[in-house]
């Protein structure tokens, strides 16, 4: 089930004890009782977190899973999804590289200079962010999904994204 947004989702979790106090007996009781066992069974029922590489979504995950209480323990793994794997140059090598490449004075070269540092910012960004979880979820493997650079995912899309997800359950 793709659950809503945090606080929706912790919601849709509580709803069913929520209705089990509410009516007490009777079939809705049953009705519900039934769904509230299915979710509170770890062995049928685990959960997913999925969040961007980006400081909001990451800190938002962080609190879905401190807040998730009894269920953290059916936390399977966390999804960091549309990470850059971008090849973006490395320090030592791009600071002399840089200031060569700044001094031709050539306006399609300064911007290419530009998106070079901005690759290199979302990937330390990214990279603070797979930290971040891997630090704050006590455990759970964090497994990376590529960013895909189409507007419309093509068949072949969802296999490249079926293997890094298999490769990255492979730990668990």
Known sequence: VDAPATGHGLNLLASPKSMMDMT???????????????????????IVLTCLPEEMPVNET??????????????????????????????PTWSAVK??????????????????ERTRDLQ?????????????????????????LRAQLEPQDFGILSRHMADGL???
Request: proline content about 4%; hydrophobic content about 40%.
């Open 170 to 172: 492979k730990t668990i």
């Open 24 to 46: 007490q007996r009777g079939p809705i009781f049953d009705g519900v009782r039934s769904v509230q066992e299915i979710i509170a069974d770890g062995n049928t029922t685990g």
């Open 62 to 91: 962080i609190e879905l899973y401190d807040a998730l209480g009894d269920h953290r323990d059916q936390v399977l793994t966390c999804v960091l999804n549309q990470v850059d794997n971008a090849s973006s140059p490395d320090d």
């Open 99 to 116: 200031a060569h490449l700044l001094e031709i004075g050539d306006d399609a070269m300064h911007e290419a200079v530009h998106w070079a």
């Open 124 to 148: 330390g960004a990214q990279n603070q962010a797979k930290d971040t979880l891997i630090q704050k979820l006590n455990g759970v493997p964090v497994v990376v999904l590529p960013m895909l």
